[in-house]
């Protein structure tokens, strides 16, 4: 017992870091899914990594988190922006969109896997991470996390009824909303802030879990929009904890055991009663 508390101690900030995210990330993954945009989900994790992998490899040292984050942020925002994603004039097909995001997944996870071969210093940056390690992140970093999630989280709940708009009626936010072109530079901004966040400090595989797996599992199964949100929020913190401490407690890596107890949390908010549509 004196063993499992000295590692959680240890373990404390990396173990917060990933409820953040937890809290933060199920809701975007909810957005992406009822715009039918899921694939963002899968895409721009591994573009992130691909991102990172050539950063350190070009000389930036691993340990600079701060100039990654900007750098990867910076770089996916502009892809995201390049990307020919749904908009009011619904000029580009969905088939081509996903041909498009497929590519940059592939595309992605080649370019990681290459510079992790040919740079010791990118291997070693990625290689704990791929394998599921949470990355020990220090104070400042976790401090500045929370202080981007809150903000993130308070504006999207005081906005919500834009951000319901802009996910199920884009056409008629198109119509209707003067600031169009503002909410989607704000929704690709907020995009590429959870997922670098998500891709430095907890894992690509995490993130994209957190995304896409409460979203997949309780969608049909909320009345409600609010409900729909709260349900992922609570299935993501809930697998986030309890895959952590099993963790801690079997000596395996967190993230495989998180997405497995987020997965178990999904399946029993499937079978709760009231929540299925009549």
Same mark, same amino acid.
């Given at each position: 017992?004196?063993?499992?508390?000295?590692? !959680?101690?240890?373990?404390?900030? *990396?173990?917060?870091?990933? #409820?953040?995210?937890?809290?933060?990330?199920?809701?975007? /993954?909810?957005?992406?899914?009822?715009?039918?945009?899921?694939?963002?989900?899968?895409?721009? *994790?591994?573009? $992130?990594?691909?991102?990172?992998?050539?950063? #350190?490899?070009?000389?930036?040292?691993?340990?600079?988190? !701060?100039? !990654?984050?900007?750098?990867?942020?910076?770089?996916?925002?502009?892809?995201?922006?390049?990307?020919?994603?749904?908009?009011?004039?619904?000029?580009?097909?969905?088939?081509?969109?996903?041909?498009?995001?497929?590519?940059?997944?592939?595309? /992605?996870?080649?370019?990681?896997?290459?510079?992790?071969?040919?740079?010791?210093?990118?291997?070693?940056?990625?290689?704990?991470?791929?394998?599921?390690?949470?990355?020990?992140?220090?104070?400042?970093?976790?401090?500045?996390?929370?202080?981007?999630?809150?903000?993130?989280?308070?504006?999207?709940?005081?906005?919500?009824?834009? #951000?319901?708009?802009?996910?199920?009626?884009?056409?008629?936010?198109?119509?209707?909303?003067k600031s169009y072109r503002l909410i989607t530079i704000m929704y690709r901004a907020v995009a590429t802030l959870i997922i670098t966040g998500g891709i430095i400090l907890i894992g690509p595989l995490l993130t994209t879990s957190l995304l896409i797996v409460p979203a997949f599992l309780c969608e049909r199964h909320c009345r409600g929009l609010d409900l729909f949100i709260g349900m992922v929020i609570?299935?993501?913190?809930?697998?986030?904890?309890? $895959?952590?401490? !099993?963790?801690?407690?079997?000596?395996?890596?967190?993230?495989?055991?998180?997405?497995?107890?987020?997965?178990?949390?999904?399946?029993?908010?499937?079978?709760? *009663?009231?929540?299925?549509? *009549?």
């Open positions: 017992m004196h063993d499992f508390m000295a590692t !959680l101690s240890f373990s404390l900030i *990396p173990l917060c870091t990933a #409820v953040v995210f937890s809290i933060i990330t199920p809701p975007f /993954g909810a957005t992406l899914s009822l715009r039918n945009e899921i694939l963002l989900g899968i895409a721009l *994790p591994p573009a $992130g990594s691909a991102i990172i992998a050539g950063a #350190v490899f070009a000389g930036i040292p691993s340990e600079s988190t !701060l100039l !990654l984050y900007c750098i990867t942020a910076t770089a996916l925002f502009l892809l995201m922006i390049a990307l020919p994603l749904s908009a009011g004039t619904k000029r580009v097909s969905m088939r081509r969109r996903e041909l498009i995001l497929a590519g940059i997944f592939c595309f /992605g996870n080649t370019l990681t896997m290459l510079f992790m071969s040919i740079s010791p210093q990118a291997e070693a940056h990625f290689k704990y991470l791929l394998q599921g390690e949470l990355l020990a992140v220090n104070t400042i970093e976790f401090i500045i996390t929370v202080i981007i999630v809150a903000v993130v989280f308070i504006a999207g709940w005081k906005f919500r009824g834009v #951000v319901y708009a802009y996910a199920l009626d884009e056409e008629g936010l198109f119509i209707k909303e609570i299935i993501g913190c809930i697998g986030t904890m309890a $895959g952590f401490f !099993l963790s801690l407690l079997v000596d395996l890596p967190p993230a495989p055991l998180i997405i497995s107890m987020v997965i178990a949390a999904g399946f029993f908010a499937r079978f709760l *009663p009231n929540r299925k549509k *009549p």
